[in-house]
């Protein structure tokens, strides 16, 4: 019997109403000769609550930073309220179903309270359950460390426990039923045009969720990479869709360039002028940095006439104090003329497959934003993909000259071979 993993997101099961509408598609999933493993996240904010409620009770806005275990035990709650209450609405469907805790199905993690990572997915419970006929649903978000304390994966976790399982439970696929029709090209309330992507790789859909993509947790997506999980991203209410598959490898057509574009707010830039030219100077300011915990985007060192280099580092506009302490601290130390900080900057991320090794694509993209009068700012790629900064201001029309020159909103050949379910194979 094939195992079908069904995770449904807060919005999903934010109602009584939305709740029965969930517990009838998991027993029709059942009943077409399925076993289900079901993953829940808390409903609608609950869990935004909860860290309202203990922000009140403690008069601090961080108070998972003083109080790590006292907190997971508290954002645990959120799914256990919702496990249990689709547990009996799926009984009131007539099928059977238990419920688990993260910790009952056996969800090993490390001790990192409010971050913690997946060690092992033992679920022995979860195995038993399932061979007895029973549809099993296990909160999301959370496990249990070797110490026995509760912990949380992290905002938006509960994606990762359900790749999690799926990986661990040998699962034909894993279905993320969420709020959005899939995952889109661009984020559609900036870019009008925007469509569902049908299939996508592992790799982009990674690049797409690390650089701001809210549609996925992006550890889901790695833990799909490393085991070969099929992720089937679909709509949980309204209209039925095709939604997105993101598989190990696509049929990318040849002529696909782009598969999306997204983008991240709040990021700032700090420019260490006159600095020595060389791999020790990288090293001193990224090591400062790290010293202090701050994490860095990009880093670019360009080497002026006169023998001194630039460097530029991004980070998060937060961190952009902090940092700018730790550069001057190396400016001082190495003999350099200054620290200039920017903020209020976006990072637009181009991603595709399709890019890797193809001459064009950078012109094609900065020549768009030369036409829009939109200044880049710095520029980073990996083999996926290419991200350039540019001020927040031009984010917006930055996405939507991008996607247009990209043709994106064009229905591209590779949605025509999904549409046909024999060339799927
Ligand atoms: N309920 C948790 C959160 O709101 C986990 C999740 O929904 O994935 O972050
Ligand atoms: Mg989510």
Redesign the pocket.
């Known amino acids: 019997v094939p195992l079908i993993v069904q995770k449904f ?2 919005t999903s099961v934010g109602t009584p109403e939305r709740l029965r509408a969930v517990a009838q598609r998991v027993v029709r999933t059942r009943r077409a000769g399925n076993d289900v493993v079901v993953v829940v ?2 409903m609608g904010h609950a ?1 935004d609550e909860l860290v309202e409620l203990a922000r009140t009770v403690t008069g601090r806005a961080n108070p998972g930073r003083r109080h790590p275990r006292e907190m997971d035990m508290l954002l645990s709650t ?2 256990r309220t919702s496990m249990a209450l689709l547990s009996m609405a799926i009984a009131e469907e007539g099928a059977e179903a238990i419920s688990f805790t993260g910790s009952q199905a056996a969800i090993v993690t490390d001790g990192r309270h409010g971050a913690a990572r997946i060690l092992e997915v033992r679920g022995d419970r979860v195995r038993e359950e399932l061979a007895r006929g029973c549809i099993v649903i296990v909160a ?2 959370q496990g249990v460390s070797r110490k026995r304390e509760i912990t949380t994966l992290g ?5 990762t426990t359900a790749v999690a399982l799926a990986a661990a439970l040998g699962a034909a696929r894993c279905e993320i039923f969420t709020d959005v029709a899939g995952v889109f090209t661009a984020d559609p309330r900036r870019v009008p045009d925007a469509r569902v992507i049908p299939e996508i790789d592992h790799a982009e859909m990674l690049e797409l969720a690390a650089a701001g993509a809210q549609v996925m947790h992006a550890r889901a997506v790695e833990i799909g990479a490393r085991f070969g999980v099929d992720i089937h991203v679909l709509p949980a209410h309204g209209p039925e869709g095709p939604g997105t598959i993101i598989t190990r490898t696509t049929k990318t057509m040849e002529d696909l360039v782009l598969t999306g574009i997204t983008s991240t707010g709040g990021q700032a830039r700090l420019a260490l002028r006159g600095m020595p030219a060389g791999i020790t100077c990288t090293a001193e300011v990224t090591g400062e940095l790290a010293r202090r915990a701050i994490s860095v985007d990009m880093v670019s060192e360009t080497v002026d006439s006169d023998g001194r280099a630039h460097l530029l580092v991004t980070v998060e506009e937060e961190d952009v104090e902090e940092a700018r302490l730790a550069c001057e601290e190396v400016v001082g130390r190495l003999g350099g003329e200054g620290v200039e900080t920017t903020t209020a900057l976006s990072s637009i991320t181009l991603v595709g497959s399709g890019m890797h090794g193809r001459p064009g694509v950078f012109a094609e993209a900065f020549g768009a934003l030369a036409a829009a009068d939109i200044e880049t700012l710095g520029v980073s790629t990996s083999a996926v993909s290419i991200t350039v900064l540019v001020s927040s201001e031009d984010e917006a029309a930055a996405l939507r000259m991008l996607h247009a020159a990209f043709q994106l909103h064009a229905v591209s050949a590779r949605e025509a071979v999904s549409e046909t379910p024999a060339a799927r194979g």
Do not use: H, L, N
């Open positions: 997101g807060g996240s808390a869990t959120g799914e999301g978000f905002r938006g976790g509960s994606d």
